[in-house]
């Protein structure tokens, strides 16, 4: 291959459940491949995507500066239970706090209700004398004795992966310390989490479930790292390799593998930036980013063009995607909503003769019916198929050919309709499912959806944006350029960061500033050497901390000034805290201590100099038309085809029309209608 000069040559990588999206970003051109994903080795489609971008665009891989990676395959090992066979450590008596849970319902009138099982069997958990108090001093010590005999029986149980929380550990880890010290030479070839390294945070059952889930990932995700960077290495791909994390930041390779935990949602992560990113260049000040792909669809608010963050997040949950179903996990991540409603999404007739859709996903593998690779359940890319809306030759870049009869006949399976009726009733449905969501999701947080205007990217998105800004009452929908690689496109706009957290109980009426100070002290010191492992670029160091009314079971998370705290900033982190508490519940408790419980330190370098690749000028091919099925006209009804790149620049065209591109179509209905902006995002107005 002949290698031509590169510009700044950058690679993203998204693997998700359905497709793999990889970007190649040269200067200001932009190369994308959409590929189904190879679960077998998730690595090869990724792989063969790049190499296809380096040969379409001469690219030599040594010319690679970046590679940047984001993944599904730790979140999927939780959802299917594919992860290592993992023994858990604990604190005697306290062997069954993974089972017990928060002990709540999360369905009250179920009287089937199934909690989910814990990622270690009881088995697995081996007690140990030892304990802390809460204030970190010693109560039991650590019985070594028996960490002897408990290594004897893990190593009898084949244990590929071990993780140790002990009670009280994030007040003091020594005891957890000196047990993976003793364990790790007696176990030399097992891998060891420790509660008090991957949490340290209070609350044992979310500390102790995060411990097990890292634990559970890390043996898988290290032979995948290793493998990814072998065969890069291989192909000639000199350049660093680094994972995007579920908080929105890179992070290294050897930070991945000793805390994979961080990886569950580093793929949605990514869209967020993208959203995030487009919100800032644009002036948008309320945004709601809308993500569906082939598996599952993502709602985020995005406020003065940052994406609201948390530290509590749920996995794998088994029933209707209800929280409390799943696995919590205390770790950095965007906050978002997630439903099973992706373009594999399956339909079916429930036993109320109703349509259902989701949360089952035919994946890639077999894939909706008109993929013909063996898919048998309707699914929402079937259903677009046969509603017109999808061309089926130029799918996936005309990487995938769809089966438009055999997307017909699957909709047989919803009775009582024609194929018609049922594919534009499986589109309604998964669209109300997704609006619902979006509802909740704006109760919660006290958003009006009205005001939002809604970014739609992922390969399904832009297919159902203006049906579910509809119904949400949003007039203002932004598709952006490359819209079905949406995520790996956010990846590029990426700054590396790190995020740490760590309980230290103190009271406003007895603050000890030097135990703060240390604290955070050491807290942005740890996370500022991860992030320089990446990059060489000035950190910026954000604090913030989670307060509370003593006595009460909920914090709100308040920002730390910049300096040194001292006793005079108490009164005015109290007023804040109570202002905050008072908007948010609408009175205060005089009279009543306030609590700093858990510090967070952020330490971040700058997102990378971003532009919009260059504008081709519009191509000379003329507009089509197409059948698409209209409920309102209860037909199909002709609609104006565009080739995304033949449109004119601030150019208005009325629905009904499809905008099509080589990974997606935008579906534009009757009463709306579409530009293309000078920044080469398509601008949808609901104009009636």
């Given at each position: 291959m002949t290698s031509v000069p590169a510009s700044s040559v950058r690679l993203a990588a998204d693997i998700g459940g359905t497709f793999t999206d990889v970007v190649l970003q040269r200067g200001r051109h932009r190369s994308t491949r959409k590929l189904l994903t190879t679960h077998e080795a998730p690595e090869r489609a990724m792989l063969d995507g790049i190499a296809a971008l380096l040969e379409e665009t001469r690219v030599a891989p040594g010319e690679v500066q970046v590679l940047l990676h984001g993944t599904t395959l730790a979140t999927n090992a939780l959802i299917e239970r594919k992860g290592a066979r993992t023994a858990f450590v604990t604190t005697a008596g306290f062997r069954d706090v993974l089972e017990m849970g928060f002990e709540k319902r999360y369905e009250h009138y179920d009287l089937n209700l199934e909690l989910p099982p814990?990622?270690?069997?009881?088995?697995?958990?081996?007690?140990?004398?030892?304990r802390m108090k809460a204030d970190g001093s010693v109560l039991v010590p650590l019985d070594e004795a028996v960490l002897e005999h408990v290594?004897?029986?893990?190593?009898?149980?084949?244990?590929?992966?071990?993780?140790i929380g002990f009670l009280h550990s994030y007040a003091n880890d020594a005891h957890e310390r000196r047990a993976a010290e003793l364990l790790a030479r007696l176990l030399p070839t097992v891998p060891i989490t420790l509660s008090s390294t991957v949490s340290p945070e209070l609350r044992e059952y979310e500390r102790f479930s995060t411990a097990a889930a890292n634990a559970y990932v890390r043996p898988l995700m290290s032979r995948y790292l290793e493998r990814l960077e072998a065969e890069m290495r291989r192909r000639g791909m000199k350049c660093p390799l680094y994972l995007m994390t579920s908080g929105g930041g890179l992070t290294t390779v050897d930070a991945a593998r000793q805390f994979p935990v961080r990886l569950i949602e580093s793929g949605p992560a990514g869209g967020a930036i993208l959203s995030a990113g487009i919100?800032?260049?644009?002036?948008e000040d309320e945004v709601l980013s809308f993500d569906m792909g082939g598996t599952t669809a993502k709602i985020c608010f995005i406020a003065q063009g940052r994406p609201e963050q948390s530290r509590r997040f749920e996995v794998a949950r088994i029933w209707r995607n209800l929280k409390g179903s799943g696995l919590p996990l205390r770790i950095p991540v965007t906050e978002m909503v997630e439903i099973g409603a992706g373009g594999g999404s399956i339909a079916r007739t429930d036993s109320l003769g109703k349509i259902a859709v989701g949360p089952q996903s035919a994946g890639s593998e077999p894939g909706p019916?008109?993929?013909?690779?063996?898919?048998?359940e309707p699914t929402v890319t079937d259903a677009d198929l046969v509603m017109g809306r999808i061309d089926p030759d130029a799918f996936a870049g005309g990487t995938v050919r769809l089966d438009a009869r055999a997307a017909e006949r699957a909709m047989a399976k919803i009775l009582g309709l024609t194929p018609a009726w049922a594919a534009a009733g499986i589109s309604q449905i998964v669209e109300e499912n997704m609006a619902s969501a979006a509802r909740v999701h704006a109760i919660e947080r006290a958003r009006p959806l009205e005001r939002c205007t809604l970014i739609a990217f992922g390969g399904a998105a832009p297919l159902h944006a203006a049906s579910l800004a509809r119904l949400l009452g949003i007039s203002r929908i932004l598709i952006p350029k490359d819209a079905s690689v949406g995520s790996a496109v956010g990846f590029l706009r990426a700054p590396f960061a790190y995020e740490l957290a760590r309980s230290l109980t103190l009271r406003d009426d007895r603050f000890e500033p030097r135990a703060a100070n240390r604290l955070l002290a050491d807290m942005a010191d740890a996370a500022r050497a991860i992030v320089t492992a990446g990059t060489k670029e000035q950190i910026q160091i954000r604090r913030t901390v989670e307060m509370r009314y003593l006595g009460q079971g909920h914090e709100i998370v308040m920002p730390l000034p910049e300096t040194q705290l001292g006793e005079s900033d108490v009164p005015p982190l109290r007023e804040a805290y109570e202002k905050r508490y008072e908007e948010q519940f609408g009175l205060r408790v005089h009279g009543v201590p306030v609590e700093?419980?858990?510090?967070?330190?952020?330490?971040?370098?700058?997102?990378?100099?971003?532009?919009?690749?260059?504008?081709?000028?519009?191509?000379?091919?003329?507009?089509?038309?197409?059948?698409v099925f209209d409920m309102d006209a209860e037909d199909y009804v002709l609609s104006t085809e565009f080739d995304r790149d033949a449109l004119v620049p601030l150019e208005w065209h009325a629905g009904p029309a499809l905008i099509a591109e080589p990974q997606t179509t935008t579906v534009v209905p009757r009463g709306w209608r579409v530009r293309l902006e000078p920044n080469g995002h398509l601008l949808l107005e609901f104009c009636t």
């Open positions: 814990p990622l270690v069997p009881r088995e697995l958990r081996f007690p140990v004398a030892e290594a004897v029986q893990i190593r009898e149980a084949h244990i590929e992966s071990l993780a919100a800032r260049d644009t002036g019916v008109c993929y013909g690779r063996g898919g048998s700093f419980l858990t510090w967070n330190v952020a330490a971040s370098a700058a997102s990378p100099p971003w532009q919009e690749p260059e504008m081709p000028k519009p191509s000379a091919r003329s507009p089509r038309e197409r059948l």
